[in-house]
């Protein structure tokens, strides 16, 4: 029988797997839709299959964000909850640009040669560190359920749409104050430095703000924490600083945190 149902899956993949906008349910708890192959090729869906299975998802609505390393697809449980699942591209190339942020970090010494394993550790190493972070109360989505290349966690938005990024929202001072808290709270109470902290990875929500991308967090054990650290601060300053906020000097504020 769940031979059948593979086979059924598959058959299904290239032309009609996945919509947004039809509500109709398809035995195997996909929606009709089109599909990017790179995305979703055999091994991803089979991974997404087991989800279903092991019902973590009931089914997935669609795409509404891609990137060079990943795509993000808005799926929904068996309680109707929406749910966020990134999907790491396993062809692509770009995750060895990634390895500095892996080579290095005391908790991830295994890597394995091969583009495929530095992806599904770049997952499993994002879920630890959303974990880590949300455990201690921190505002980042919550992760749900990691396998392969496939990351399940709250989805931040409505409908749907995801939250609406620092680059695209008003800020203002308690903006600010708030994205260095994060960056303060990272270091000292979860041990990490985001390394790619930036208005384009930080939601603005009704209830603040929450920072997303956490697989390049790095340890601070790392031989380049403190230089991601000081990244962070100049990244962030030069975004409220174009949008005519005052701010703190970025190498006083880098010498307060590591105190």
Known sequence: MTDILSKKLESKLDDKLISKSKRKHLEDGFKKGKVINEVL??????????????????YVNGSVS???????????????????LKIYLVSTSNFKKREPYILGDPRFSNLKKGTKNLVYLW??????????????GM??????????????????????????????????????KQAIKIIRDLYHKAKLVHGDFSEYNIFKT?????????????????????????RDINNITKFFSKRGLSFEDPAVLFEEIIK
């Open 41 to 58: 090729d055999k091994p991803t869906v089979m991974t997404l299959y087991k989800m279903i299975t092991d019902h973590i998802i009931a």
């Open 66 to 84: 891609a990137g060079k390393e990943s795509v993000l697809f808005w799926a929904v449980d068996d309680n109707e909850k929406n749910i966020a």
């Open 123 to 136: 997952a499993k190493k994002e879920f630890r560190n959303l974990t880590q972070c949300y455990d201690l």
């Open 139 to 176: 505002p980042v989505p919550r992760p749900l359920y990691v396998t392969n290349n496939v990351l399940a966690m709250d989805f931040i938005g409505k409908n749907g749409s995801p939250a609406k990024t620092l680059l695209n929202s008003e800020v203002d001072a308690a903006d600010y």
């Open 206 to 230: 009704e209830n603040g703000l929450v920072v997303f991308d956490m697989g390049s967090a790095v340890d601070l054990r790392h031989p380049n924490s403190l230089e991601f650290l000081k």
